[in-house]
């Protein structure tokens, strides 16, 4: 059965403090990785997808990387408007291919 | 290029009726997912249907249903509401099922009283 523990579950940090969100995953064969971002009320906005450790994907101020056992979210100057919950989840390719999903991490910047 | 459509965005029940929740999938998309999410459990998957056919389905009790039309939109049923049916139900939609990632709608708010 795949797995995906995301972590640290809520994060606050302050305008232009960088960090990294956690996601380590137990699959039979990644068949991809994948990062969302959910703001309240919404549905989860797809972020990017990594297939293969050692790929590293980029857009504005986040950065995912992957490795056998876990990606990380490298958020680099964070603004008020990067709040949001993160998701992860991993597709394998044994059984049904359905994604399995972390339970996600909360994160808030503060101005 | 339109996402992912869900109607209506909020509904509010009473325990024991019925609730029919639509979804339409962006253009092209054959494959569509149902999930449930909530505060406790996360994001849960209900089912999944491709070309009409239902090809995967979650631990979800026989109360929901659902069914994909032959223009790939798609519909499910919660019958006989309970309490713990109150959740954000988020429709995905995908191209295939291999790797590509799926592509959520902003849901739909079911609160039963």
């Known amino acids: 059965e795949d797995q995906v523990t995301q972590s640290p579950e809520a994060l606050r940090l302050q305008e232009g403090e960088s960090s990294s969100l956690n996601c380590s995953y137990t699959?039979?064969?990644?068949?991809?990785l994948f990062w969302y971002r959910q703001d309240p009320g919404k549905g989860p906005e797809f972020l990017f997808t990594?297939?293969?450790a050692g790929e590293e994907k980029e857009k504005e101020r986040l950065k995912a990387t992957l490795t056998k056992k876990e990606s990380f979210l490298h958020i680099t100057a964070p603004k008020p408007e990067d709040s949001a919950t993160y998701l992860c989840?991993?597709?394998?390719?044994?059984?049904?291919?359905?994604?399995?999903f972390g339970r996600g991490t909360s994160l808030i910047v503060h101005p | 290029k339109a996402g992912v459509t869900q109607t209506p965005r909020y509904l509010i029940k009473t325990r024991g009726q019925q609730v029919t929740l639509s979804c339409s999938p962006i253009?092209?998309?054959?494959?569509v997912s149902w999930y449930q999410q909530t505060p406790g459990q996360g994001l849960q998957f209900l089912f999944e249907?491709?070309?009409?056919?239902?090809?995967n389905k979650g631990n979800f009790p026989g109360r929901f249903s659902g069914r994909q039309f032959s223009n790939s939109r798609s519909e499910m049923n919660v019958s006989t509401l309970e309490l713990g049916d109150s959740a954000l139900y988020l429709c995905?939609?995908?191209?295939?099922?291999?790797?590509?990632?799926?592509?959520f709608g902003n849901g739909t708010r079911l609160t039963v009283t």
């Open positions: 253009s092209g998309h054959r494959s």
């Open positions: 249907y491709f070309s009409e056919t239902q090809r």
């Open positions: 995905a939609s995908s191209l295939e099922q291999n790797n590509s990632p799926l592509h």
């Open positions: 699959v039979s064969g990644l068949r991809g």
């Open positions: 989840a991993v597709r394998g390719s044994g059984g049904s291919y359905i994604p399995t």
């Open positions: 990594l297939y293969s």
